[in-house]
């Protein structure tokens, strides 16, 4: 079987690394892809969505796999489902779990999802005047994509008015044109992860991701900074409520809308003295969840994915290794802000012969024969361990053994349940 991924992050490699194991595949491209995707599997370039039908059918590719959400907002699923091409990855229609946080929230309300209480603005006025009434902390969100930056978490009323200024004037385009405004929930957050065919639906594992750019969570938000996996705090009972109380009322709930969801349903969570409750939906696995969570993942991953797309997801069974999986993001300096480009980094074969360590490659080209630095996130320094202090003293060894001096990371990734 010939599978191709769409994507070009730490994420995509992730799943490449695991989908080229499978007995089933014979080949496996990826559309971009990146530095370190190209030593796994065979990088092509990324066109239109005729373009990749064009590219499927030249190939004879049985299978494509999406890894990023805006693909699946623009309905490049629904554009190679109607070329008969089976595809991992909900509809557009299915993925407004993810493009409006607005969508969400009323499905939610419409069939009872535990989630934070909210209400939608798309006069601004109206948005201030609520703030005021409910005061802070509260929280505001572009309703649209806005590449994880359209969440404030306003700790005064002040920063909330502002925050609805700020969006509402078109700080993120039209995903700004409607906001939510949310009650602030407190708790720990989770990334749990469930694959689903549209009427059954399987746990796929849980993590814990690190989303300020500095150690203590400190500084500006980041798309990650480092995860690992399974979360502790996700017991057998917790589990099963998410399962009961979240995601399978939302896989219900989108089948009667005739839209049904396949996929993955990644659920950010808040456990919140009450229970869990539903922060966000994305349509796709996260990053850099992912590169924990296939670092454990121990069943062929190619059966789970195509059965998302063809049915039949209750016979798949899912084993992961009882181990710990930690990642650590290893970033340009700079980033979250501006950073450079096209520094050398060094170091990567020897930090890879570290047993039970594999680095992903998120921002990185290969040229003359050297690994480059082309984005803000780089790398995904990922070991397995007996327990998750294992795994972090491993990954941190694997990641001082790269010599990359534009680059930096953050030194406590787990250590906060450790
Ligand atoms: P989101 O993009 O919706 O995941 O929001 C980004 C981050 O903002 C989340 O990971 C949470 O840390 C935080 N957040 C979002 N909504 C809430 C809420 N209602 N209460 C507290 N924190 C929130
Ligand atoms: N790590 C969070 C995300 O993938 O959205």
Known sequence: ??????????????????????????????????????????????????????????????????????????????TLNANNIAVFGPSAKAAQLEGSKGFTKNLCRKYNIPTAAYECFDEMDLALDYIKKKGAPIVIKADGLAAGKGVVVAMTEAEALAAV?????????????????????????????????????????????HKRVGDGDTGP????????????????????????????????????????FKGVLFAGLMITKTGPKLIEYNVRFGDPETQSLMMRLESDLVPALLACARGGLKKVEIKFKKEAALCVVMAAKGYPGDYKKGSIIKGLDKASMLANVKIFHAGTEMKDGNIIATGGRVLGVTALGATIKDAQALAYKAVDSIDWPEGFCRRDIGSKVI
């Open 165 to 209: 200024r700020e969006i509402m004037g078109g700080k993120f385009g039209s995903a700004g044109a409607t906001v939510v405004i949310e009650e602030f929930m407190e708790g720990e957050e989770v990334s749990f992860f469930a694959l689903t065919d549209g009427t059954e639906a399987i746990e796929f594992g849980s993590a814990q991701d």
């Open 221 to 260: 938000n980041t798309g990650g900074m480092g995860t690992y996996a399974p979360a502790p705090i996700m017991s057998d009972a917790l589990r099963k409520r998410v399962m009961d109380e979240i995601i399978l009322p939302t896989v219900n709930a989108m089948a009667t809308e005739k839209m049904p």
């Open 1 to 78: 079987m010939k599978i191709l991924i769409i994507g070009a992050g730490g994420r995509e490699h992730a799943l490449a690394w695991r989908i080229k194991q499978s007995p089933l595949v014979t080949h496996v491209f990826c559309a971009p892809g990146n530095g370190g995707i190209s030593q796994d599997v065979t990088n092509v370039a990324l066109g239109s969505q005729e373009d990749l039908v064009k590219f499927c059918k030249k190939e004879a590719i049985d299978f494509v796999v999406i890894g990023p959400e805006t693909p699946l907002v623009d309905g490049l699923t629904d």
